[in-house]
C-alpha cells in the first residue's frame, strides 16, 4: 500500500504529503510546515492506495492545527501559544499570518538563546495577547556581532499589537563581542527593539538593562527603543545603565519608556520607575522625541552628563511637531561629568532639557525633582531650568509649574522655569516656581525663574517664589516679560494672585495650599 496524507481547511485541499509505504510522518517537519504555505486550523486523513488505482480507503477525518496549541488565529479563536516551540513559531508563520491574533497559555522560560521574534525589517504582523502572563528571571547577554537589536519581538509592523505582558527580574545586558554595535538603526528594549504598532498594558518590573564598557553608542529603552507608533498604559521599574566610555563621539540614547519616539508616534499614560544612568539625550520618558506624549510621569532618577530631562531628553529635529501635555518629574536628575571627559555646556530640565523645535507645545506639565548640577569643563555656562532648560527654537510653555530645588556647582544660567532663552519667539504664559537655588561654588545667572530672558519672547503671568535668598527673578534682556513677577509665600497661597489663569479647567487651589494642575 502506498500512503498519502491528505490536508484540508475548509473542503480546501492545503497540501498532500507523498509518505510512500511509511506507516509513520511527522508533520511538524514537513516542508508544508517547516516553510509554511499555510497555518491554523486543518483536518487530516490519509489516503491509502494499492497498485490499482481504483482500490483505496480513507481514514477518519481529524482535526489539527498547523503551528499551535489550537485556534484559528481570530480573535474569537485565537491561536493558543502553550510551549516554547508555538511561541518561536509566531515568527515562522509571520508573513502568511498577518493580522492574525495570539494568546499566550503559559509562562515562558525563553533563554539565554532566544531570538527575538520576527525583525525590525520584518516586523510582527499579528495581535499578541500576553494573557497576563509573567517572564521571569530572564537573563540575556545579546552581542554586537549577532544582531543590532533586541527585544522579545525584533519589530512590531503598524497595525501589530502587543499586550498585557510582564516581566518581572529580568537582566539584558549588551555585551562587545565582536565589536560595537553599528549606531544605524540599533535598538534594545524588553518588548520591541522597533514599534511600529501599538504596545499597551506592559509591566517592566524590577529589570536591568546594561552594557558592557565601549559597547556603545546605543538606543535602548525601557518597552521600546524605537516607537513610530503607540505605546500606552506601560510601567516600568528596575534600571538601565551605561558603563560605556564616556567621552565626546560616545552616546548612551536612551528613555524609562523609549529612547526615540518619532513623528507622529505617541505615548500615552506612561510611568517610569527605574533609574537611568547615562550620557547624552536621556529622558525618563523618552530619550528623543519629535512625537506626542500624553499623561506620562518619571519618578526614577537620572543622572547623565548632557541633554537630559526628567520627561524628554531633547527633540529629535529642528522641524518635528512635538506635543508633551499633562505630563510630570517626581525624580532627581544630576548631571555628572567625569574628569577628563566633558562634553561642553550641559542642558538640564526638569521636563525637557531643550526645545529644539518651533513646533513645540508643553503644557499641563509639572517637576517636583531636584537639580544637582556639578562642575562642567567647558567655558559656556550650563543651562538648567526646573522645567526647560533651554529654548533654542521659538515654542511654548503653557500652564506649567516648579517646585524642584536646585544646587548650582559651575558656571550657569538657571530658571526655575527656564533657564536660558536664545532669541526666538517663545511663548511662556500662566507658569510659576516655587523651588530655591544654591550655588555650591556655582557662578552665572541664578535666578528664581528665567536664568537668561530674551526681548524676541513673550512671557505673560509668570510667578516666583521670594526664597528670601538675594535672588532675581531673570536675569538677561526681561523686555518681553510682562504680567509677571515674584510672589511670597502668603501670596502663593492666593488664587487672585494668579492674574488671567484659568481656575475652572486647567488649575485649583486648595486651602492654605499652592496652586497646582487639575
Known amino acids: 500500500m502506498k500512503y498519502t496524507i491528505v490536508l484540508v481547511n475548509d473542503k480546501n485541499r492545503i497540501a498532500e504529503i507523498d509518505n510512500g509505504t511509511k506507516l509513520t510522518c511527522n508533520l511538524s517537519t514537513n516542508e508544508v510546515f517547516a516553510k509554511p504555505l499555510y497555518a491554523g486550523e486543518f483536518e487530516v486523513y490519509i489516503h491509502a492506495a494499492s497498485d490499482d488505482p481504483t482500490i483505496y480507503s480513507e481514514s477518519n477525518r481529524e482535526k489539527a492545527n498547523s503551528h499551535f496549541a489550537s485556534g484559528s488565529g481570530t480573535r474569537e479563536y485565537p491561536f493558543v501559544v502553550d510551549a516554547d516551540h508555538y511561541l518561536r ?93 553599528n549606531k544605524e538603526n540599533n535598538g534594545f528594549a524588553w518588548v520591541a527593539a522597533v514599534n511600529n504598532g501599538s504596545i499597551h498594558d506592559i509591566t517592566v518590573s524590577n529589570c536591568t538593562i546594561g552594557c558592557e564598557t565601549g559597547a556603545s553608542p546605543l538606543n535602548v529603552g525601557g518597552i521600546a527603543a524605537v516607537n513610530n507608533g503607540t505605546i500606552a498604559k506601560c510601567h516600568t521599574s528596575g534600571a538601565i545603565s551605561a558603563a560605556a566610555d564616556r567621552n565626546k563621539t560616545d552616546v548612551f540614547d536612551c528613555g524609562g519608556i523609549a529612547a526615540y519616539n518619532n513623528p507622529s508616534a505617541v505615548i500615552e499614560n506612561c510611568i517610569n520607575d527605574a533609574s537611568i544612568t547615562a550620557m547624552n539625550q536621556v529622558g525618563g520618558i523618552v530619550g528623543m522625541n519629535g512625537g506626542s506624549i500624553y499623561g506620562s510621569v518619571n519618578n526614577g532618577a537620572i543622572t547623565a552628563n548632557y541633554y537630559f530631562g526628567g520627561v524628554v531628553g531633547h527633540t529629535t529635529s529642528s522641524s518635528a511637531t512635538c506635543f508633551i501635555e499633562r505630563c510630570g518629574n517626581t525624580g532627581t536628575l544630576t548631571m555628572s561629568e567625569p574628569s577628563g571627559q566633558g562634553r561642553g555646556a550641559a542642558y538640564i530640565g526638569g521636563i525637557i532639557s531643550r526645545i529644539y523645535s ?112 538675594d535672588t532675581e527673578f531673570a536675569g538677561g534682556t526681561t523686555s518681553g516679560i510682562v504680567g509677571s513677577g515674584i510672589l511670597s509665600d502668603v501670596q502663593m497661597r492666593k488664587q487672585e494672585s494668579f492674574v488671567g489663569w484659568d481656575f475652572s479647567t486647567i488649575w485649583q487651589i486648595t486651602s492654605g495650599g499652592y496652586t497646582t494642575l487639575r
Not at 533586541?150 to 537582566?171: Q, R
Not at 532648560?389 to 509649574?401: E, P
Not at 532669541?423 to 550655588?439: E, I, K, L, N
Request: proline share 3%.
Open 89 to 181: 513559531n509566531i515568527a515562522l508563520v509571520n508573513d502568511i499570518a498577518g493580522n492574525c491574533c495570539y494568546r499566550l497559555d503559559y509562562t515562558p522560560l525563553p533563554g539565554e538563546d532566544f531570538e527575538p521574534l520576527c525583525t525590525p525589517s520584518s516586523p510582527f504582523k499579528g495581535i499578541f495577547d500576553g494573557n497576563g502572563k509573567t517572564i521571569s528571571d530572564w537573563s540575556i547577554r545579546p552581542m554586537a556581532t549577532d544582531r543590532n537589536y533586541f527585544g522579545l519581538f525584533g519589530g512590531i509592523a503598524e497595525g501589530g499589537e502587543v499586550s498585557n505582558l510582564t516581566f518581572s527580574g529580568c537582566s539584558l545586558y549588551i555585551t562587545t563581542a565582536g565589536g560595537q554595535v
Open 358 to 469: 518651533a513646533n513645540t507645545t508643553i503644557s499641563k506639565c509639572y517637576n517636583t525633582g531636584d537639580l544637582i548640577v556639578g562642575t562642567s569643563v567647558s567655558s559656556s555656562s550650563m543651562r538648567i531650568g526646573g522645567l526647560v532648560g533651554q529654548t533654542d527654537k521659538a515654542g511654548k510653555l503653557l500652564d506649567s509649574y516648579n517646585t524642584g530645588s536646585a544646587t548650582i556647582n559651575g558656571k550657569a544660567n538657571y530658571g526655575g522655569i527656564m533657564g536660558e532663552m536664545a532669541d526666538q519667539v517663545v511663548t511662556v504664559s500662566h507658569c510659576y516656581s516655587s523651588g530655591s537655588v544654591t550655588a555650591d561654588g556655582g557662578s552665572g545667572n541664578l535666578c528664581l525663574a528665567f536664568g537668561k530672558a530674551s526681548g524676541s519672547a513673550t512671557v505673560s503671568g509668570c510667578y516666583a517664589l521670594d526664597t528670601g535668598a
